[in-house]
């Protein structure tokens, strides 16, 4: 299934990664300064979370809607074999 939709979207499992590395980093940015902490200063880390807020919301939704897939695919039998592509 992540295979697909790697293939799908139209890029490649380095910029998977990439992306999901970069959006839990301007994640946890994004709690930090909403706790007080200064906002990041290099260019980079203040764009991503500048992203990352712009979108809080749509994000949000998605974590909800994966942990319901996490709990429905537990409640079905548990993880899928560790060489299955899914």
Do not use: H
């Amino acid at each position: 299934m992540v295979r697909q939709a790697v293939a799908a979207a139209a890029i490649t499992t380095r910029d998977l990664v990439l992306t999901q590395i970069t959006t839990f980093t301007a994640g946890m940015a994004d709690v930090a300064v909403r706790a007080g902490a200064k906002p990041p200063t290099a260019p980079a880390a203040a764009a991503n979370l500048r992203l990352y807020q712009q979108n809080r919301a749509e994000l949000e939704q998605i974590t909800v809607r994966l942990n319901q897939l996490a709990s429905v695919r537990a409640v079905q039998g548990g993880d899928a074999p560790e060489d299955s592509d899914d």
